[in-house]
RNA sequence: GCCCAUAUAGCUCAGGCGGUAGAGCACUUCCUUGGUAAGGAAGAGGUCAUCGGUUCGAUUCCGAUUAUGGGCACCA
């Protein structure tokens, strides 16, 4: 007779197997109605499983995280039962859970899905979910089940079937007259699905595969309550505010045009943040031992057959013809700095070797892959190759490492990090042996910095595994900004080499590393980050004094013309409008110190300092005033 | 590259079932010299993305192209 133990530790005995449903009807009526799965011993079952041996029983509502999956993971099965009622000839295939929602997945030759569409079938699903349609789990053995979708048409779930290997029974899920195939477990009825809405239509390829059809994705959100609904719209509301394509545009800070798509028209604002990170970063790097280099743009194609990109990364290069050649636009550093290693003869004493270059690249990125400054064609990374012999590659990944999360600091991104390794692509050169090794430096030099990290199979660059740093967008898109990559093919293919302590010649190894990625990129995310905030140090203009009347036009020259000699980058604002106008417009433009100045100022040699954040700050002398803002600017971007 | 959508003034956006367009902000001029988030008035500003088709007439309808947006695929 089974003994349940609920997570109070309360225990209670039946005399028969019961299911989840009944020992929730057993402490309460609310609890029964709100009862949406449950977890015997851990695992997460529907309602209606029985429970015939002693077993710890967690009943799980709307307001657990399980049970918020089960509703958005049920609110993907009503989708698809609403598109079956009206679109009887749109075959389902796969409706997983996402964050903050969901989406499904239908093959619909006859047509698209427009957003009136979407409107359509929301409706039909609160019809749907209206009638409270019980949902009944069934076992059915793989073959049955293929025939049973064959036999309704519904060739892609036929498919996915045959893809489960052995002879496991496996489960469906019926809803009235409409079944998927899941392993659930899903809500009770339809009725406990309330909270939803249909967010998006999108293309997705079947399988993943752009060699496969394009199927039509129907992206939504579910929630246990309204408000929690209401707060997910306003978030992304807020979010959207702060895209950078948004805020670029408001603060005047760059510009793209069709002329020239996916590269950048940096304005002097812009260019200006640009400037600062590229300098920042050319000194830290200084700092650590490298040295920076220039190498053409134009280069030879025969050099890009030697180092594999002509064969492994030629739809992503520019390529111009010439009279008598062919030329690549180099969309990476690498070749041209083994060049440079290769102009002298190398000890491995002269070991390891650090070149850093930040010249522009251009890629010639898929036309529907551009995004902002987030993804581009034309870009500048902070791009270094570090040649070293085997047995210094964790020191000098290490170091790497070291420098990188230091950077992030004076960004303020310490929580916003994810890290991956990306291994071995099935496009690669070089053979299994060399693989093996660089994957395993690679994930040993994490596990040496102590970072946690997620493994990407087949992510890798071609020529090596890589670690990414991915730092999110506004919208929780992830973005790979700082990236390591160990590299044993290059060096050979290109014949670099040094002379070992034996004599003999030696292949290098090379690590392709970045902090910020592409400086366009890391900007966009620093834009969304700070939301156009800049802290002081990147700011373009970090201050701006104002007059109230056109009697301190002189003075508030003499103030700008001191601050400027300090090395600030200051501005007067000298029209004819009120000081509240002024301090609105600046405000907005997110200057982060506004200096007013009237007579009382002019007279005692003063200002009165305000910030972007609407602070009073006080009437300061001018050398308080630029001792106040050379100590935020010496803070960077820094929250610890 | 693929699917869907979008393209009107410097910016944000209206509008028109076919008769060449409108607001707010910004801009220019004038009045106002005002102490910490919008003072007032007047004026100027558009080949309605590009190219084609239908039509007496297209910014509007149709088609193509380009770019952008959301996804997918690909990648920093």
Known sequence: MPMITLPDGSKKEFDKPVTVAEVAASIGAGLAKAALAGKVNGKLVDTSHVISDDSDLVIVTGRDPEGLEVIRHSTAHLLAHAVKTLFPKAQVTIGPVIEDGFYYDFSYQEGTFSIEDLARIEEKMH???????????????????????RDLGEIYKAKIIEDIPGSETLTI???????????????????????????KVAGAYWRGD??????????????????????????????????????????????LQEEAPGMIFWHPHGWIIYQQIKQYMSQKILQDGY?????????????????????????????????????????????????????????????????????????????????????????AQDDAHIFCREDQIQEESYKFIQLLLDVYKDFGFEENLTIRLATRPDKRLGDDALWDHAEKALSESLKHAGLAFEVRPKEGAFYG???????????GRMWQCGTLQLDYNMPNRLEAYYIG???????????????????????GILIEH?????????????????????????????????????????????RNEKISYKIREHTLQCVPYLLV??????EANTVSVRTQRGEDLGIHSMEAALALINAEIAKKGRIH
């Open 127 to 149: 019809e749907l979910a209206a009638k409270n349609i019980p949902v009944v789990r069934k076992e059915i053995k793989r073959e049955e089940a293929i025939k049973f979708f």
């Open 173 to 199: 899920y019926e809803q009235g007259d409409f079944t998927d195939l899941c392993r659930g477990p899903h809500t009770p009825t339809t009725g406990a699905l309330k909270i939803f809405k249909l967010m």
């Open 210 to 255: 752009s060699n496969n059809e394009m199927l039509q994705r129907i992206y939504g959100t579910a929630w246990n309550d309204k408000k929690s609904l209401d707060e997910y719209l306003t978030r992304l509301e807020e979010a959207e505010k702060r895209d950078h394509r948004k805020i670029g545009k408001h603060l005047d800070l760059f510009h």
């Open 291 to 379: 040295q920076e280099i220039q190498t053409p743009q134009l280069v030879d194609i025969s050099l890009w057959e030697k180092s594999g990109h002509a064969e492994l990364f030629k739809d992503d290069m520019f390529i111009v013809d010439t009279e008598n050649s062919q030329y690549a636009i180099k969309p990476m550093n690498c070749p041209c700095h083994i060049q440079v290693f290769k102009n002298g003869l190398r000890s491995y004493r002269d070991l390891p070797i650090r070149y850093a270059e930040f010249s522009n690249l251009h890629r010639n990125e898929a036309s529907g892959a551009m995004h902002g400054l987030m993804r581009v064609r034309q870009l």
């Open 465 to 475: 595994p890589k670690i990414e740093f991915h730092l999110k967008d506004c919208i």
């Open 501 to 523: 302590e034996d004599s003999s010649k030696k292949v290098p190894v090379m690590l392709h590393r970045a902090a910020f990625g592409s400086l366009e990129r890391f900007i």
């Open 530 to 574: 700070y939301a156009g905030k800049f802290p002081v140090w990147l700011a373009p203009v970090q201050a701006v004094v104002l007059n109230i009347t056109d009697k301190q036009t002189p003075y508030v020259e003499k103030v700008v013309g001191f601050l400027k000699n300090q090395g600030i980058r200051a501005k007067s604002d000298l």
């Open 597 to 602: 100045v009237g007579d009382r100022e002019a």
